[in-house]
């Protein structure tokens, strides 16, 4: 039996080339009882950072202040509060559940019923997104269908901020920070997945009628931009999900194999 008082217990070399080759390494994540309790963790996200604060599933672009920029507090100001959501909670080592997302916004809307505050976040959810992107609605929906009340599951986060800048693209120029938004962002064990629906916006100009080589180099250097910071991207067509069918039935084949990739237990 190893005591607590003892130096940690040391794996075999080769046992660290195995777990290095499939992008894992066992950490200490915490203590139980006065013992250290060991993780396995993904090494693809540099420095395995949790996220502070996220900021999702708004209906504008939020108007931000730092309370304290020391401690990176932020602040959202003016217009309607519940426009922006802010999940300001530690993220667990397991990531960000169902469970986790319901239990802060039953906490934090002081509502009774857990069914309630389940049916309640999932209709602000289902809001958040653009009118005319049938594709995310029916990504959205398709992911409840599928998966059911499933609390332990990966939360599917809407509309979430990566870049903000309070200057707009036009003040800021060649400088700006594009894409602001991710179309969705679930965090499964220390890991950011990102979910993309392609719409012709994206490589076209003049309402879809001119292909647009310059907008498909941005998506692209963007999407290698946020491979370098540690996310895996996954982008789906929005023809692919244009009808909840379709979409369900792509969710079936993709959702199980993502889930593998990503040692999500369901």
Known sequence: MWEATEPPPRLPASSKGHLRAAGVELKVTGNDGGYPVFTVVSTRLPGNRRPKDIIFASFTKPDIRFQSSVDNDIEIVGGNPDDTLVYDREIPIEGLRWRDLHAWWQDTREISSDTEARGDLYQRLLKSLPDNSDG???????????????????????????????????????????????????????????????????????????????????????????????????????????????????????????????????
């Open 136 to 266: 995310q609605k029916n990504l959205f929906i398709a992911y409840h269908r599928i998966l059911g009340p499933s609390p332990g599951d990966p939360a599917l986060l809407p509309e979430v901020w990566l870049h903000w800048d309070h200057r707009t693209v036009q003040e800021r120029g060649p400088e700006a920070l594009l894409r602001s938004r991710m179309d969705f962002l679930l965090l499964p064990h220390g890991q950011r997945v990102v979910l993309e629906v392609d719409g012709s916006q994206h490589y076209t100009r003049d309402r879809g009628r001119t292909p647009d080589t310059g907008k498909y180099a941005d998506m692209v250097a963007a999407d290698g931009d946020l491979k370098l910071r540690g996310y895996e991207v996954f982008r789906f067509g929005h023809d692919e999900l244009k009808r909840l069918d379709a979409a369900q039935t792509l969710l079936r084949y993709f959702l199980p194999d993502m889930f593998r990739r990503f040692k999500v237990s369901n």
